[in-house]
């Protein structure tokens, strides 16, 4: 009886092993079908025109100093204002430099927005920025998941999703098992869930750096407000600050849109406003209606 109890369970190890020799051989192929999918794109002349225009945003000269820091740490706070490109570059830049060191096919980022639209326009816009086609759809990497709509599939390795969204993900999976970064955007306003996940989110990387050999990165965007308050919180994690960006802003009143138009009301609608007055009686009557 021993011998037969051995001998299964000498099987079930070789199956084990296989199983895992199985998945690291295709995440080893997807990780270079990757690799060369991103060089062959950054060759395209739309692909290169849209890198100029990011490599203009604030937030790109920090690039190389973000990506060492989040190596060295588990945690780091990215501050920014409105304009410096830090919600659509900073996803971007970790699964730029997961794919080009050969890691594509271990990424999976999930990125946080406190609400359905941010989460889906940003995916759309972050989706036409790396010229692929709709989020979820064959050959994009990137998707979004809100209440009552989920675009992702397997091929999916940037998520964007609700703060509930991950939470209730957290419900089903008390570790994360195979997410390897998670960005908190616009943390700085402060909500019931977005509090009690940047719990859960200390707890979890603690308990990932203990048990699991792939440790929780944590990525925090927020305005420069509060940034060494979640520092603080996270064992004094280093900020890093990106300088904002301000467009001009033109100020025109009500009444300058009627004279650039030139809309007038139609003669016979209540609200219209009698300039040509030709007789005495017509005074009378308008000053009456307007008493």
Known sequence: MKELISCWGKKAIGLIICARERLDYNTQNESSRLRLEHENKMRTKKYQEMLKNRAALPIASLRGDMLRLLKENNVLVVCGDTGSGKTTQVPQF???????SGCGGLCNIVCTQPRRIAAISVAERVSDERCEPAP???????????RLDNARNENTKLLFCTTGILLRKIV????????????VDEVHERSLLGDFLLVVLKNLIEKRS???SSPLKVVLMSATVDSNLFSGYFGNCPVITAEGRMHPVTTYFLEDIYESTGYHLASDSPAAVR?????????????????
């Open 275 to 291: 300039y040509e007055v030709s007789s005495g009686k017509k005074v009378l009557e308008t000053c009456f209606l307007l008493y």
């Open 136 to 146: 979820g759809s064959n050959g994009s990497l990137v998707g979004y998941h809100v």
């Open 94 to 100: 970790i699964l730029d430099e997961m794919i080009e």
């Open 172 to 183: 089903g999976d008390e570790t994360l098992t195979g997410i390897t970064h998670i960005i």
């Open 210 to 212: 203990v048990e699991s």
